[in-house]
C-alpha cells in the first residue's frame, strides 16, 4: 500500500446549522512518509478525482481556517469527491464558487467555497452540516450518524441498505483518529471500495485492516451511489455515462415549458484498441442520447425526475435528475396554527418575521418550495408548504367571509383588520385582496372606519 503523502487528521469539530451546543471530537495528526512524489495531472477531473489527495500541491496549501487542506482536509477532500461522483455539481454550484467549468473544480476550490461563506472554525473544522448545500445545492446533508455494528459483514448490510436508499457515505476510517474517506461501493464479498485523500489504494481493508470506525456521514446528491460492485474484482462497465453540468435552470415556475440548455453529460468507457475514453456531450443535442421528461408537468407544482439515456449501440447507459415547478406566485394565506417563521435565506439564516395563522402575504418569486416575501417592511423566505392560495372569486359588498350574509361577523372582521392594519408590518395583511374589496362599503377605495359606519347601519 502506498500512502499519498501526509495523512491529515479532519477536526471533526461539527455543529447543525440551527443548533446551539457543537459537537466536539478529539485531534490527531499523524505524519506518514510518502513513497513517491504527488504529480500534477492535467487529465479531466472525471479521470482523476477518485484519486484526488489532500496532499496534491495544486491545493495542499490552501487555506482552512487557521490550518490547510495538508493538515486537515481528508473530510473536505471526500466531500469533493462525492460531489463530483454524484454528479451534483451544476452552473448554480459553479458561480457560488467562483468558477465557469467543472474542469475547473478541486478540493481548494471547494476550500476556497467554505472560507467565503465562514465555513470553518480556527482549527479546519466544518462549522455546519448545511453549508455543503449552500455551495452545491443539489447536495443534501442527511445527518452524522454510527454504525450499529464495526464488523465486516454487517458493516457491509448496512451500508448496501443506505446505498439502496440514495445515501453516499464519507466515514470515518482509522482507529484512534479521526480521518476519513469517501465509500464508493460495496462488494459481494463485503469488500469495500473508497476513495481515501491519503492513500493510493481503493480497497479499504487493505488499507485499513480494522475497517470502518463507526462515524458517518449521509449526503445525498444528484446521482445515487453504486450499491454494489458484485463480486471482488469485477471490472467496471465499459460504456458509463454521469452529469457533467446539470441545465442552467431546475426550478420552473408555474407554467413553463421544460428547459434542459446548459446541460452535458459525461460518456465513458473502454476501447480494446484505443482503451479508456471520456465525452463530454449536450444534454439536450446529441445523437445517441434521448431524453425522457414524460413526467413533467408544468402545471402540478412539485418535483419531477427527468431521465437522461444514452445508446451507443451496443450498450445502454441511464442517469437522471430532478427539476421542479415552483408553486404559484401571488397572494397566499397561512394555513397553520403553527407560527411560519420568514428567513433571510432559503430555510436557513436570520429569522425577518413570524407569520401567524391567517396572516396573509404576497408571493413575489419562489425557488423550489420556498416563496420569497419582498415588501418596505420585510424581505425573506418562507416555506410555501405551509401556505395555501387565497381565492380569487370577488364577494358580494360587505360579506367579507363570503357566507351570504352580511353580519356581526363581517363587522369583527372588518373590525380586525383596522386594529391590526397599525400593528402589521407592510406586505401582511388580516384579509385578502378580494376581502377588502368587500369590506368597502362605501365604494371610495379605501377601507376604514366610514365603511364601519356603513356596517353600523346595516347590522
Avoid at 108 to 121: P, Q
Amino acid at each position: 500500500m502506498q500512502h499519498k503523502k501526509f495523512i491529515g487528521i479532519f477536526t471533526a469539530f461539527v455543529t447543525a446549522a440551527c443548533c446551539a451546543v457543537p459537537t466536539a471530537f478529539a485531534v490527531e495528526e499523524v505524519e506518514i512518509v510518502p513513497s513517491s512524489a504527488t504529480e500534477i495531472s492535467s487529465l479531466s477531473i472525471f479521470d482523476e478525482y477518485r484519486d484526488w489527495s489532500q496532499m496534491d500541491p495544486r491545493w495542499s496549501d490552501t487555506s482552512m481556517g487557521g490550518t490547510t487542506i495538508r493538515r486537515s482536509g481528508c473530510l473536505l477532500t471526500s466531500l469533493a469527491i462525492f460531489a463530483v461522483h454524484s454528479g451534483s455539481i451544476d452552473n448554480t454550484a459553479l458561480a457560488n464558487m467562483g468558477i465557469t467549468d467543472i474542469e475547473q473544480f478541486n478540493p481548494g476550490v471547494l476550500a476556497n467555497a467554505y472560507t467565503n461563506a465562514n465555513g470553518f472554525s480556527y482549527d479546519g473544522a466544518i462549522m455546519s452540516w448545511g453549508t455543503i448545500s449552500t455551495i452545491i445545492p443539489n447536495v443534501t446533508f442527511g445527518a452524522d450518524k454510527y454504525f450499529q455494528n464495526t464488523e465486516k459483514t454487517a458493516v457491509a448490510a448496512e451500508l448496501r441498505a443506505l446505498m439502496a436508499e440514495g445515501w453516499h457515505i464519507i466515514a470515518r476510517v482509522n482507529n484512534g483518529s479521526y480521518h476519513w474517506a469517501y465509500i464508493e461501493s460495496v462488494g459481494a464479498d463485503d469488500s469495500i471500495t473508497m476513495c481515501d485523500p491519503a492513500v493510493d489504494t481503493h480497497d479499504l481493508y487493505e488499507a485499513y485492516p480494522n475497517g470502518l470506525q463507526g462515524e458517518y456521514w449521509m449526503l445525498k446528491g444528484t446521482n445515487p451511489p453504486s450499491a454494489s460492485t458484485g463480486s471482488a474484482g469485477e471490472t467496471e462497465a465499459s460504456f458509463s455515462m454521469e452529469i457533467g453540468t446539470m441545465p442552467d435552470r431546475t426550478m420552473f415556475q408555474y407554467g413553463e415549458s421544460l428547459d434542459l440548455s446548459g446541460g452535458t453529460v459525461v460518456l465513458s468507457g473502454f476501447d480494446s484498441e484505443k482503451g479508456k475514453w471520456t465525452e463530454t456531450v449536450d444534454m439536450a443535442d446529441s445523437d445517441i442520447i434521448t431524453v425522457d421528461s414524460s413526467a413533467y408537468n408544468s402545471e402540478v407544482p412539485g418535483d419531477y425526475e427527468i431521465f437522461v439515456n444514452a445508446d451507443n449501440g451496443s450498450e445502454q447507459a441511464s442517469v437522471s435528475f430532478t427539476v421542479s415547478v415552483c408553486r404559484s406566485l401571488g397572494e397566499h394565506y397561512v394555513n397553520s396554527d403553527v407560527p411560519v417563521n420568514v428567513y433571510s435565506e432559503q430555510g436557513t439564516g436570520s429569522v425577518q418575521y413570524t407569520l401567524k395563522n391567517g396572516n396573509v402575504i404576497h408571493i413575489a418569486a419562489c425557488v423550489g418550495n420556498y416563496g420569497l416575501i419582498a415588501s418596505t417592511d420585510i424581505k425573506g423566505w418562507v416555506d410555501m408548504n405551509q401556505l395555501e392560495k387565497t381565492a380569487d372569486h370577488l364577494h358580494d359588498k360587505g360579506d367579507i367571509n363570503d357566507d351570504g350574509q352580511i353580519d356581526k361577523y363581517d363587522m369583527s372582521l372588518l373590525n380586525t383588520y383596522l386594529q391590526q392594519k397599525e400593528e402589521l408590518p407592510n406586505g401582511v395583511s388580516s384579509l385578502t385582496a378580494v376581502q377588502l374589496y368587500s369590506a368597502d362599503l362605501n365604494g371610495d377605495g379605501v377601507v376604514d372606519l366610514k365603511d364601519v359606519r356603513e356596517y353600523l347601519m346595516i347590522v
